[in-house]
C-alpha cells in the first residue's frame, strides 16, 4: 500500500471488518481510502494507493455505487471519473442504514407477511405462525421507529444521540409512574368490589 501510517492501518482494518460486514475485503478498504482521502481519487490512483487489481477496484466501485456509499465526479479537461465518500457521517450511517433495510429487513418482512397469511396445517404450524407473528411485530415496530428517524435532520439526530442515558432514565420514570397508577386503580377496584357491611353487624 501506499498510504501514510494512520491511514493505512484505517485501511487494513477496514478491509478486516467489511469481510465480517458481508462484504468483500477491497471494497471495505476503497471505501476507507475515499472517506480518509481529502480529494476526489480515480479508479488509477485507489489501485496505487491500495496495490490492488484495476479489475477489483472497478468491481469494488461498483459496488459501492449501488450502495449509494460513493459520489462519481469530474473534473474540467480530464476524461476520468472521479469517485469520494459524502463528508456528513451521519448521513453515511443513514445512507447505509436504508440500504440494509432495503436489502435485508424488507424481503424478511414481505416473507412474514406472506406466512401470516397462510391457514395453518396443524399444531406445529400454528406454534411457528405465532412466533413468526412476533418477530413481524417486533421489525415492523423497528422500521416504523427508523422511518421517524430518518426524517431528522442530521443536527437533530446527533442532539438526540447526545441524551444518550437521559431517554433511558425518563423510559424508567414513566414506567414507574403509570405502574403506580395501574396498581392504586386494582387497589381501588378490589376496595370498591368488597361488599358493605350490613346495619348492625359487629365490628
Known sequence: MNLPPLSQSFVLHFGEMGSRWGINRTVGQIYAVLYV???????????????????????????????????????PG???DFFSAPEDVWQIFKT?????????????????????LEPAGGAEDAY???????????????????????????????????LGSKVVKLLELKERVLGGRREGAGDAAAQSSTPAPKPGAAA
Not at 482521502?37 to 477489483?56: Q, T, W, Y
Not at 415492523?140 to 427508523?146: A, C, G, P, V
Request: net charge negative; glycine share 4%.
Open 37 to 75: 482521502n481529502r480529494e476526489a481519487l480515480s479508479a488509477d490512483d485507489i489501485v496505487e494507493k491500495l496495490g490492488v487489481s484495476r479489475s477489483n477496484v472497478s468491481m469494488g466501485l461498483k459496488e459501492l455505487q449501488s450502495w449509494r456509499l460513493v459520489r462519481m465526479e469530474h473534473h
Open 96 to 116: 447505509l442504514a436504508e440500504e440494509r433495510q432495503r436489502r435485508e429487513v424488507d424481503p424478511t418482512l414481505s416473507m412474514l407477511r406472506d406466512a401470516l
Open 78 to 80: 480530464d476524461r476520468r
Open 128 to 162: 411457528a405462525q405465532e412466533r413468526m407473528r412476533k418477530m413481524h411485530e417486533l421489525i415492523e415496530q423497528i422500521t416504523d421507529w427508523f422511518a421517524e428517524v430518518r426524517k431528522l435532520s442530521p443536527d437533530t439526530l446527533q442532539s438526540l444521540m447526545g
